[in-house]
Nanobody
Framework: QVQLVESGGGLVQAGGSLRLSCAVSGRTLSRYVMGWFRQAPGKEREFVAA????????AYADSVKGRFTISRDNAKNTVYLQMNSLKPEDTAVYYC?????????????????WGRGTQVTVSS
């Protein structure tokens, strides 16, 4: 089993920054992929970013490239999503997820474990 707990969401003005954290516990994740997804009201859950736990390879959605950065701290078993230059369209519930395979996937159905999510609201 893997437990994921997100934190760091909140309300921020457009152009501001937030850093989300995902604390991971349970099974060893040295070969897994960690991802961030988001879901706005009335929309499907969409891929934001992912990172391989082993070598730190990353992938990003086009909509967040250059603004968001995913990283991990192996010693703390924590994954981060640094979000800069936030826009109102970034408003959503952000979810952390773990994929037990070793290659990055962008489909949410590929991920095996999910956190409960943290709300990010960007005001204009």
């Amino acid at each position: 089993q893997v437990q994921l707990v997100e934190s760091g969401g909140g309300l921020v003005q457009a152009g501001g920054s937030l850093r989300l954290s995902c604390a991971v516990s349970g099974r060893t994740l040295s070969r897994y992929v960690m991802g961030w997804f988001r879901q706005a009201p009335g929309k499907e859950r969409e891929f934001v970013a992912a990172i391989t736990w082993s070598d730190g390879s990353t992938a990003y959605a086009d909509s967040v490239k250059g603004r968001f950065t995913i990283s991990r701290d192996n010693a703390k078993n924590t994954v981060y999503l640094q979000m800069n230059s936030l826009k109102p369209e970034d408003t959503a519930v952000y979810y952390c997820a773990a994929d037990l395979r070793s290659q990055i996937a962008t489909r949410f159905r590929a991920y095996d474990y999910w956190g409960r999510g943290t709300q990010v609201t960007v005001s204009s």
